[in-house]
Nanobody, 116 residues
């Protein structure tokens, strides 16, 4: 059974930092592209950051220079370090694991709220 369990969300003031974690089980973690998405109320889910099995990273323009994605294959965990948080970063953040179109999984989400 595949499980992606996010943690680290919470309430933070603008300018603050949070570190999200996503622990995976039931998948060949090192073979998966891991990503963080977010969904704000009334908006579509959007890609925040992604890291491939080879370590290549890409980011949404809105978070470049502020967020950093990393992975620890030994711990089967992906991280999202979020700095200089803004109120517009408020959303539910979801972990995603993708090996191919048929093998794509989601976590349950963790709420991040940034107060102004």
């Amino acid at each position: 059974q595949v499980q992606l369990v996010e943690s680290g969300g919470g309430l933070v003031q603008a300018g603050g930092s949070l570190r999200l974690s996503c622990a995976a089980s039931g998948i060949l973690f090192s073979f998966n592209t891991m990503a963080w998405y977010r969904q704000a109320p009334g908006k579509q889910r959007e890609l925040v950051a992604r890291i491939t099995s080879g370590g290549s990273r890409d980011y949404a323009d809105s978070v470049k220079g502020r967020f950093a994605i990393s992975r620890d294959n030994a711990k089967k965990t992906v991280y999202l370090q979020m700095n200089s948080l803004k109120p517009e970063d408020t959303a539910v953040y979801y972990c995603n694991a993708r090996k191919n179109v048929a093998d794509t999984y989601w976590g349950q989400g963790t709420q991040v709220t940034v107060s102004s």
